[in-house]
Structures are given as C-alpha cells and as structure tokens.
C-alpha cells in the first residue's frame, strides 16, 4: 500500500495529542485554569450504520465499534489472561477500535482495540482498582490493546484496497469462538469435535442457545476441522451468539471545525440514529443528580462542549495540547495516575476519548444496573514502541458518574 493512500486518514488522527504526561511521585490536584483554556479543534468520531458489511473487514483498516472486532494481525490476537475480565473471568467484549497509523516505519498500519466487561458492578471495581498506583499485577474490567504492523507484512498486499469487497487480505486467522466471534476457539466441543469455543462459559452458553439441539447432527456430517469447517455453521452459530454482541456501527471520522459546529439543528435532527429527545432528558436527568458546585460546573462546560456536535462518540486527541473533557469534577486523574509505557517505560499521551453517548447507540437501558460511565480515555504509548508482543497492553482511565458508590 501506498503512503499516500493513507496520507488523508493519517492527518486526520495525527493532527492531536495530548500533553506529554511527566512522571511525578505524589499526587497533583487538577489545574481549575484547565475549565478556561481556550477550546482547541480536534478529531470526532460518529457512529454510521455501514453502508457495506465488506468495508468493515480487517483489510480495509475500519475504525469500527460493537460486533465483533476486525483484528488487525488475525493471528496472533490475545489470549490467555489477557482476554478475560481480571474481575469476574468472563471473556471480554469488544467496544470499539480505531485505525491510527503513525509516520514510524513499525507502525504503518496501527490499531487501537478497546474490550470491557459489560457487568456494571465489574466496572465499578474496575474504578477502585485503578486508583491503585500502577500495582504489579492490576485487576481491570477494560482493556486496550495496540497493534502495528510495517508496510511489509504477512497480512496484508502493498497495494492500497479497492472500494469494493473483491479485495482480500493476504493471510489467514485464527480460528475463532463459534459463540462470540471475538476470541481464540481453543476448546472443542468433546461430542462433535467441530464447534470451538474460548471459554467454557461460550460453551455453555451456545449449549443451552441451540448447539444442544445441533451437535448430534453436526456428529453425523463429514468431520471436519480447523480453519476449513464449515462456513455455514461457523455462521449459524455466531449469528446465536451475535444476540449477545453490541450493535455494529462505523466510526466515521471528521474534524471538528467551525463548519461542523454550525450545523442547524433541523440537519441534525435528521440525520441522527438515536432520538435527540430521549438524549436530553437522559443528561438532564444526570445533571439533576449532582449535588456540588464543581460537578455541575464540570458538566456545564462538558455539555457546551459537545453541544455543536451532540452525536459524537468519540474525542481523538493524539498530537494536540487539547485535553480530554471531564463531565464532573470528581475521579479524574493527575499526571502521577498514569502510567509509564510498561514496556519501553516512556511516557503515554492520552490517545482518544469515549463518550458516554456510544450507550445511548449500543441501546444500554438506563437502569440503576446498567452498564453507565462518565468517560473512558485511552492512553497509549508516545512512541508507539515495538514490544515483541503482537498486541500490547495500553492504558484505559474510567471516570463514572458516582465514584462513591459502594462495592
């Protein structure tokens, strides 16, 4: 592929970045000049039903969100420890993920993958946990995978991909769960030899959805196995398990400029996925909740923020001094709560920000329950650093709306 075929994507996602973060040992209060730094343009992201299932595949690149991931290197993909909720130990699901390609040879074509735990009460303990100075061996419910790959590699063609689904990536993937098409599928099911799983929840869970039904059936067909069984049950079986994934969405990314912020309400309106009424009443409602000056501060200037563009979902920030945007003042994190890289140990730079509005798309009920943030911001490694590892760890900081909240 071309440089230049990617010239337009790679100026988009790097015309951000955030402050460099310094390593400091104690804590540092939140600067309350921040609330009035002047507003820096940055890169949006919004949800659109794609127009095409083939354009969300791995060889196009696609910044994608809900359904199942387009792994970057299909192979070498995470498992393990990695791929399971340090919390509860169920496999996690895919979030979103962002194609961010950088000038670095290394990391010419390069993704970041962001997975949670949908258990609220996970992502509640997930909070507490974070507020634990970088521990050994820490206990998240989200997690962020980087992977990069140079121009040259085992994938993927030079050449730039045509607009159309005749374009094929150059490698083969693992062979993946039956149930949530997300994970490794290491386990086969004992009796057919041929569903595979990641877990022996998935398992369980395909068992009691219809593979009870379908096994001894699949026993009397010709045996197969591997990548070559058959495409038509690999199918079915993750159309059942599909019921269990977010809705499918791309990221559609654009800048935001004068001209994106003066869009008239009527066009808005129009053109929108999720009804803006039930949008407002749902912040309303939030913004009643608070009790103190500083959060209704904090939310004040966190909705006059995204009011010009209320459908974004997501912040892109990479090589800018913006900064991400807080919707209440408390649970935010100083310099100190971040991280070193832990595998070069330079510093991370807040990478892109995710929005409480992507659960308002993923149909999330706003239940006492539910699955609910304030803000997710990923950071990720200043220099892109090449760690063996296909995929590496990066850096999710949650900030929910009660952080209070008993466990």
Known sequence: ???????DIVDKLKAMQNDNVEDQDEYDDVDEDDEEEEHEPITLGFFDK????????????????????????????????????DICGDPLQFLLQVYAPTEKETAFHRMLFVFMCPSMKCLLRDQHEQWKHHPEKPSRSVKVFRCQLPCVNPFYSQECPQNNESHKPAGCGAVLCDWCGTWKGDKVCSSCKQARYCSEKHQVMSWRAGHKIACPQMQISSPVSGSNKSETTLFESQKVGSKNLWPEFEIIIEDESEDNRDTSEENTLSNSLISRTRADDTMNSIFDSFQGDADKKS??????????????????????????IWPVSSGRPSNADIPRCSYCSGPMSCEFQILPQLLYYFGVDNEVDSLDWASIVVYACEASCDASLPYKHEFAWVQIYSPSTAL
């Open 50 to 85: 794609p127009k095409n299932k083939w354009s969300l595949q791995r060889q196009y690149f696609p910044s994608k969100a809900g359904g199942v991931p387009a792994w970057l290197d299909p192979l070498n993909i995470p498992s393990g420890g990695s791929f399971v909720c």
């Open 299 to 324: 939310w004040a200037s966190f909705q006059e923020c995204i009011d010009n563009a209320p459908e974004q979902v997501l912040r892109y920030y990479r090589n800018t001094n913006a900064k991400p």
């Open 1 to 7: 592929m071309d440089t230049d075929a990617i010239g």
